[in-house]
């Protein structure tokens, strides 16, 4: 895209400042920060940097936001894209590649929606490749005024650069989220001095002042030079020193009175032009703007034509004319829904006419924000729910509460969780009774820890008693809620109760649910029923012919397979990975994180080691740091020999556990152990040993192939000459499970060894 251009006066330190910046090293990523009050000329120092970091080679990826532009979706990335993405677009991976495609409306949005982390990771890819050609900078004015979606993006793709990219805003004096993912450099641009103003002045409107006027003028703007420029603009050319200066006080004033000088016709179709931020000529004539009926506004320098649109010249010209719009507001939002195409920008100039509660508006809200989450805008489609909620009549009751629930949901789902949770909080407060309250409780419980959700669900439980599918949803998720607190027997009957439920209510979506929770539960402690809840969850996804739920049940089986059966528990996780690898990254770091652990079991090092990286690097990028990711690259690790590679995962795993779930399972405790044993530190393998049988004992693990360190258990106590507690742990071992005998998790020579000793 093109941007306002500007001459630079007076800027002689700023500019300097600037040049050091794009002179220094570009190895990693770093901002340079323009502050200041508006109208001070921070676009033009903007636009000068800019304009520098092309002459030193960068590629240079601008966006100017307008403020009407703030509530969309991608718009800032499109301009920053514009023109360069089909370089580079044919290199990124099938998923990330849709997710762009479908956020820049270069794709249709069918099927699953578009993860906003597969967009952030697009963006992050689309940076870097770019970057590996040339030095990138990505400027953007007016900061503030950037749709939180892009926003969002930029910032996780920033974070997350070790490239040669550079940032270069300006903004007004708040803070922006881009700047907390960078380092930045900050440089408050201030007023001219008299001598700039002069210059400045003289180069713009062409001609002279008296100092006694140039004085005053400084005095009255303040050295702020669009300030000066406006007040000079109504200046005759005979000022009398000694009176008063005949213009406004204010600079918003003066804007005002420029303004009120046009057309009448011409103020409307700028009107239009400040409510859609920089429109195309033929969108306003679709509104019933005259061709011609902007040249007013064109030389009189308050827009000016850019490539087919309309653009003001400063923002400020914009917000005045909107802020002073008033009753007028409405019709011109009014005029705007009826010209967009875009459902969800129709929607939302729908909501700025409404006066009042209007239930054909809110679902119309509904559906744009619907569509706004299939585009991976999820701000976007949290600002809109939650607009629809606001216009819901309260008389429909039912709406109000279903559109409460969305709209917490979508806010969460962009991460806004104190928003999402105030929400939730509100209708609680709303529903004293029966199953509306055990909705917002359920709700609440989704925004809470695993502690603190228990007890919600439990009161959610007991408010739930006239709706069977509700209850269903509770159960589930009190049986994942409650493993830790309850320990896995106890979360059990809390999943057997769901799929109890879910059968009366007939609901094939809850069955999988309920099913999948008695899979993974049941395949911990050693459920006899495990395989039949595995194949009845298969049964019922593919008779939904629905190939998401296929994928889901097919893990299950998996669970059930475990290392009992190697070669079918791979043939089913190879089969996930081919079938998501191009189109759903998380999916297939889910596969290949099975993969890693199946490979392992079987022997095979160098496999399992590669799969366990290709998945963590997977997870990682897209910022999903969670304990078990770390798991199989410890444990492969200590097996070949690279301990602190492996203490450093195992380490790192313990810590995430606690951090996120204020717990931590055996199979975290157990690796450290092994790294331990593998260390040659049998007494801190010892304790960590210990430590994995304790909480395995609470949690009620008693499915043999989960403990697969028990054979590591019992070899460090033998070697510590400890044989009456080896044989103790290998009976115990034993006992859990009538074929433990027969398990290849504690060979028969470590049976013998400890037994013959004993």
């Given at each position: 895209m093109t941007v306002m251009t500007g001459e630079v006066v007076g800027r002689e330190r700023e500019l300097q400042f600037v040049g050091a910046f794009f002179d220094g090293s570009i190895e990693s990523p770093a901002g340079l920060v323009l502050e200041g009050e508006p109208g001070i000329g921070k676009s033009t120092l903007w636009l000068a940097a800019v304009t520098m970091a092309r002459?030193?080679?960068?590629?240079?990826?601008?966006?100017?936001?307008?403020?009407?532009?703030?509530?969309?979706?991608?718009?800032?990335?499109?301009?920053?894209?514009?023109?360069?993405?089909?370089d580079v677009i044919g290199e990124l991976s099938p998923p990330r590649r849709r997710a762009l495609e479908v956020a820049l409306l270069r794709d249709d949005a069918a099927g699953d929606a578009t993860d906003d982390r597969a967009l952030a990771v697009a963006v992050h890819d689309v940076l870097n490749l770019l970057s590996k050609r040339k030095p990138v900078v990505v400027g953007i004015d007016d900061v503030q005024w950037l749709d939180r979606s892009s926003a969002s993006a930029l910032a996780f793709a920033l974070?997350?650069?070790?490239?040669?990219?550079?940032?270069?805003?300006?903004?007004?004096?708040?803070?922006?989220?881009?700047?907390?993912?960078?380092?930045?450099?900050?440089?408050?641009?201030?007023?001219?001095?008299?001598?700039?103003?002069?210059?400045?002045?003289?180069?713009?409107?062409?001609?002279?002042?008296?100092?006694?006027?140039?004085?005053?003028?400084?005095?009255?703007?303040?050295?702020?030079?669009?300030?000066?420029?406006?007040?000079?603009?109504?200046?005759?050319?005979?000022?009398?020193?000694?009176?008063?200066?005949?213009?406004?006080?204010?600079?918003?004033?003066?804007?005002?009175?420029?303004?009120?000088?046009?057309?009448?016709?011409?103020?409307?179709?700028?009107?239009?032009?400040?409510?859609?931020?920089?429109?195309?000529?033929?969108?306003?004539?679709?509104?019933?703007?005259?061709?011609?009926?902007?040249?007013?506004?064109?030389?009189?320098?308050?827009?000016?034509?850019?490539?087919?649109?309309?653009?003001?010249?400063?923002?400020?010209?914009?917000?005045?004319?909107?802020?002073?719009?008033?009753?007028?507001?409405?019709?011109?939002?009014?005029?705007?829904?009826?010209i967009v195409s875009d459902p969800a920008v129709r929607a939302r100039h729908l909501a700025l006419a409404a006066e009042k509660p209007d239930a054909a508006i809110a679902a119309a809200l509904d559906d744009a924000s619907?569509?706004?989450?299939?585009?991976?805008?999820?701000?976007?489609?949290?600002?809109?729910?939650?607009?629809?909620?606001?216009?819901?009549?309260?008389?429909e009751v039912g709406e109000r509460h279903r559109r409460a629930l969305a709209a917490a949901r979508a806010h969460r789902a962009s991460g806004e969780w104190t928003r999402a949770r105030t929400i939730a909080i509100d209708l609680l407060e709303q529903s004293r009774l029966g199953a509306l309250r055990a909705d917002a409780l359920l709700l609440l419980a989704e925004l809470e820890g695993l502690g603190r959700a228990v007890p919600l669900l439990e009161e959610a439980l007991?408010?739930?008693?006239?709706?069977?599918?509700?209850?269903?949803?509770?159960?589930?998720?009190?049986?994942?809620?409650?493993?830790?607190?309850?320990?896995?027997?106890?979360?059990?009957?809390?999943?057997?109760?769901?799929?109890?439920?879910?059968?009366?209510?007939?609901?094939?979506?809850?069955?999988?649910?309920?099913?999948?929770?008695?899979?993974?539960?049941?395949?911990?402690?050693?459920?006899?029923?495990?395989?039949?809840?595995?194949?009845?969850?298969?049964?019922?996804?593919?008779?939904?012919?629905?190939?998401?739920?296929?994928?889901?049940?097919?893990?299950?089986?998996?669970?059930?397979?475990?290392?009992?059966?190697?070669?079918?528990?791979?043939?089913l996780l190879e089969r996930e990975y081919e079938e998501t690898h191009r189109r759903d990254d998380l999916s297939a770091a889910q596969a290949l994180h099975g993969l890693a652990w199946l490979e392992l079991w079987a022997g095979r090092w160098e496999l399992a080691a590669e799969y366990a990286e290709r998945s963590y690097d997977l997870m990682t990028q897209y910022g999903l740091e969670v304990p078990w990711v770390h798991l199989p690259i410890a444990v492969v690790a200590a097996h070949r020999g690279r301990l602190e590679l492996a203490r450093e995962h195992s380490e790192r795993s313990l810590k995430l556990g606690e951090e996120q779930f204020g717990q931590h399972t055996p199979v975290h405790v157990g690796t450290l152990g092994f790294v331990a044993m593998q260390s040659g530190d049998p007494q801190t393998a010892l304790r960590w040993f210990a430590e994995a049988e304790g909480v395995t004992t609470r949690l009620g693990w008693h499915e043999a192939g989960r403990r697969w360190w028990v054979a590591d258990h019992v070899e460090v106590l033998l070697a510590l000459d400890r044989v009456d507690d080896a044989v103790r742990v290998l009976e115990s071992w034993e006992s859990e499970r009538p074929d433990a005998r027969e398990h290849h998790t504690l060979p028969r020579p470590r049976r013998g060894r400890a037994r013959g000793r004993h």
């Amino acid at each position: 895209m093109t941007v306002m251009t500007g001459e630079v006066v007076g800027r002689e330190r700023e500019l300097q400042f600037v040049g050091a910046f794009f002179d220094g090293s570009i190895e990693s990523p770093a901002g340079l920060v323009l502050e200041g009050e508006p109208g001070i000329g921070k676009s033009t120092l903007w636009l000068a940097a800019v304009t520098m970091a092309r002459e030193r080679g960068f590629v240079a990826l601008v966006a100017c936001p307008a403020q009407a532009e703030r509530g969309l979706a991608h718009v800032g990335l499109g301009d920053l894209f514009d023109g360069v993405l089909d370089d580079v677009i044919g290199e990124l991976s099938p998923p990330r590649r849709r997710a762009l495609e479908v956020a820049l409306l270069r794709d249709d949005a069918a099927g699953d929606a578009t993860d906003d982390r597969a967009l952030a990771v697009a963006v992050h890819d689309v940076l870097n490749l770019l970057s590996k050609r040339k030095p990138v900078v990505v400027g953007i004015d007016d900061v503030q005024w950037l749709d939180r979606s892009s926003a969002s993006a930029l910032a996780f793709a920033l974070r997350r650069l070790g490239a040669a990219v550079r940032l270069v805003v300006a903004r007004r004096l708040e803070p922006s989220e881009l700047e907390q993912s960078v380092d930045v450099e900050r440089l408050r641009v201030g007023p001219l001095s008299v001598g700039a103003l002069h210059r400045l002045l003289h180069n713009r409107l062409g001609r002279p002042f008296a100092r006694q006027t140039l004085l005053r003028i400084h005095e009255r703007s303040g050295g702020n030079p669009f300030f000066a420029l406006e007040l000079a603009r109504v200046l005759g050319e005979d000022v009398d020193p000694l009176e008063p200066l005949p213009v406004p006080e204010t600079l918003e004033e003066l804007l005002r009175a420029r303004l009120a000088g046009l057309p009448a016709t011409t103020r409307d179709a700028l009107a239009l032009a400040s409510a859609l931020g920089a429109p195309s000529e033929s969108l306003l004539e679709r509104a019933g703007v005259a061709p011609h009926a902007l040249d007013p506004a064109v030389e009189a320098h308050v827009v000016e034509r850019e490539s087919g649109a309309i653009r003001f010249t400063h923002p400020l010209l914009s917000s005045v004319l909107y802020n002073d719009l008033g009753a007028e507001r409405k019709v011109v939002h009014e005029r705007v829904a009826a010209i967009v195409s875009d459902p969800a920008v129709r929607a939302r100039h729908l909501a700025l006419a409404a006066e009042k509660p209007d239930a054909a508006i809110a679902a119309a809200l509904d559906d744009a924000s619907a569509i706004a989450a299939v585009r991976g805008a999820s701000a976007s489609a949290a600002e809109l729910a939650e607009a629809a909620l606001r216009l819901t009549p309260s008389r429909e009751v039912g709406e109000r509460h279903r559109r409460a629930l969305a709209a917490a949901r979508a806010h969460r789902a962009s991460g806004e969780w104190t928003r999402a949770r105030t929400i939730a909080i509100d209708l609680l407060e709303q529903s004293r009774l029966g199953a509306l309250r055990a909705d917002a409780l359920l709700l609440l419980a989704e925004l809470e820890g695993l502690g603190r959700a228990v007890p919600l669900l439990e009161e959610a439980l007991h408010e739930a008693t006239s709706r069977p599918a509700l209850q269903a949803a509770i159960q589930c998720r009190l049986a994942w809620s409650a493993r830790f607190a309850k320990g896995f027997d106890g979360a059990l009957e809390h999943a057997r109760a769901s799929l109890q439920l879910a059968d009366a209510a007939d609901d094939d979506a809850l069955r999988l649910d309920a099913l999948e929770m008695l899979t993974f539960l049941g395949s911990a402690v050693g459920d006899p029923q495990v395989t039949t809840y595995a194949e009845r969850a298969h049964d019922i996804a593919v008779a939904t012919g629905d190939a998401r739920l296929i994928r889901r049940a097919r893990l299950s089986v998996v669970e059930t397979l475990g290392n009992n059966d190697l070669d079918g528990a791979r043939q089913l996780l190879e089969r996930e990975y081919e079938e998501t690898h191009r189109r759903d990254d998380l999916s297939a770091a889910q596969a290949l994180h099975g993969l890693a652990w199946l490979e392992l079991w079987a022997g095979r090092w160098e496999l399992a080691a590669e799969y366990a990286e290709r998945s963590y690097d997977l997870m990682t990028q897209y910022g999903l740091e969670v304990p078990w990711v770390h798991l199989p690259i410890a444990v492969v690790a200590a097996h070949r020999g690279r301990l602190e590679l492996a203490r450093e995962h195992s380490e790192r795993s313990l810590k995430l556990g606690e951090e996120q779930f204020g717990q931590h399972t055996p199979v975290h405790v157990g690796t450290l152990g092994f790294v331990a044993m593998q260390s040659g530190d049998p007494q801190t393998a010892l304790r960590w040993f210990a430590e994995a049988e304790g909480v395995t004992t609470r949690l009620g693990w008693h499915e043999a192939g989960r403990r697969w360190w028990v054979a590591d258990h019992v070899e460090v106590l033998l070697a510590l000459d400890r044989v009456d507690d080896a044989v103790r742990v290998l009976e115990s071992w034993e006992s859990e499970r009538p074929d433990a005998r027969e398990h290849h998790t504690l060979p028969r020579p470590r049976r013998g060894r400890a037994r013959g000793r004993h």
